[in-house]
């Protein structure tokens, strides 16, 4: 089945640490993102990729980084620097296209710090 | 406040009735989007219209656009219980791709069986 997988559903993370959270596709898509989302929020875009080994800044980069090494993944780091990471984080791609820029989104991975 | 702004904020309706919802954003798009997400889940896209147009059907899901109001409405007839989700809007603006979309803060719908 096509889709994108996000692990693991839930992380738990304490004082400090720094943790990855999993994103991989198989629809051959080009373009990748990451989103954070905040209860009673909209989605905030953290970081995007819209071709292997190129990534960009979103709205709210600070604390987080990312690679894209494959097209088929774009893994997304929580470093110790972003002082509130607690929050429900959905990947999601697409095809890159202008025209049909409808994009996939992963189930979501729900970080809370302890 | 963000580009897309759902309305109302939240809304109950008994099965079989129909649930309107609207959403008002600021720029020129070059499409806006709806997407639906059910509690702890990912956003599944429901419906795209572009700027030219005025109205799509899928359906039960009827979509409507007013770009001289830059306004859009999601219309869901017949609802079911498994229509209990929460509904957003997105907006992809003229110049940019995908990365530039903006999500709203979404309507969180309750259909009661």
């Known amino acids: 089945d096509g889709g994108i997988t996000q692990s693991p559903k839930y992380l738990f993370r304490k004082e400090g640490q720094n943790v990855t959270l999993s994103c991989e596709q198989n629809?051959?898509?080009?373009?990748m993102y990451w989103y954070r989302q905040d209860p009673g929020q909209g989605l905030r875009l953290i970081y995007y990729?819209?071709?292997?080994?190129?990534?960009q800044k979103g709205d709210i980069a600070e604390g987080y980084s990312v690679s894209r090494e494959k097209k088929e993944s774009f893994p997304l780091t929580v470093t110790s620097a972003q002082k509130n990471p607690t929050a429900f984080y959905l990947c999601?791609?697409?095809?890159?296209?202008?025209?049909?820029?409808?994009?996939?989104f992963g189930q979501g991975t729900r970080l809370t710090v302890v | 406040s963000q580009q897309g702004e759902e309305d109302p904020q939240a809304l109950s309706i008994q099965e079989g009735e129909n649930a309107t919802m609207n959403c008002s954003y600021k720029?020129?798009?070059?499409?806006l989007q709806w997407y639906r997400q059910n509690s702890g889940r990912g956003l599944v896209h429901l419906i795209l219209?572009?700027?030219?147009?005025r109205e799509k059907h899928s359906g039960r899901l009827r979509v409507t656009l007013d770009t001289s109001k830059k306004s859009s409405s999601l219309l869901i007839t017949a609802s079911r219980a498994a229509d209990t989700a929460s509904y957003f809007c997105?907006?992809?603006?003229?110049?940019?791709?995908?990365?530039?979309?903006?999500f709203g803060t979404g309507t969180k719908l309750q259909v009661i069986p």
């Open positions: 720029t020129s798009i070059n499409n």
């Open positions: 219209i572009r700027s030219n147009e």
């Open positions: 997105a907006t992809v603006p003229v110049s940019g791709g995908y990365q530039k979309v903006t």
């Open positions: 999601a791609s697409s095809s890159g296209d202008r025209v049909r820029t409808e994009a996939f």
């Open positions: 629809l051959n898509h080009d373009a």
């Open positions: 990729s819209q071709i292997v080994n190129d990534f």
